[in-house]
């Protein structure tokens, strides 16, 4: 009874914040400018060769600092060969007051299905 009660509790904190649990993933515009801007450090972590072509979809959640969970695409530029595009998933985790930015997932396909994470 006692853990219904809680929980009762936390359902009309839901309700009356309009659903939005604090910690729970939110998604983001793609336009977004720290999103696009994670979604560049991802990408040039991955190597100099590559280069972001688009953000197809982003979340973030908080936890101790900012995980932002992005979908996008992004090219291989081989000089002299057709590049290759890759449709990747990455996680980026930044603790903005410690200067802390790093990439703690990624992975990427060469076909057009998004990679699971």
């Known amino acids: 009874m006692k853990y219904f009660a809680i929980f009762v509790i936390f359902a009309v904190v839901a309700m009356v914040?309009?659903?939005?649990?604090?910690g729970a993933p939110e998604g983001q515009s793609t336009s977004d400018r720290r999103l696009q801007r994670m979604a560049e450090f991802a990408v040039g972590e991955l190597?100099?060769?590559?280069?972001?072509?688009?953000?197809?979809?982003?979340t973030t959640q908080v936890?101790?600092?900012?995980?932002?969970?992005?979908?996008?695409?992004?090219?291989?530029?081989?000089?002299?060969?057709?590049?290759?595009?890759?449709?990747?998933?990455?996680?980026?985790?930044?603790?903005?007051?410690?200067?802390?930015?790093?990439l703690e997932e990624f992975h990427c396909h060469f076909n057009k299905k998004a990679p699971r994470l």
Not at 17 to 22: A, D, E, I, K, M
Not at 66 to 91: D, H, S, T
């Open 17 to 22: 914040t309009g659903g939005v649990l604090v």
């Open 47 to 58: 190597g100099s060769e590559y280069e972001l072509v688009r953000v197809v979809s982003g």
């Open 63 to 102: 936890v101790n600092g900012m995980m932002y969970n992005i979908e996008l695409v992004a090219k291989k530029v081989i000089p002299g060969k057709k590049n290759q595009r890759r449709r990747c998933k990455v996680l980026v985790y930044e603790i903005r007051h410690q200067g802390y930015l790093e």
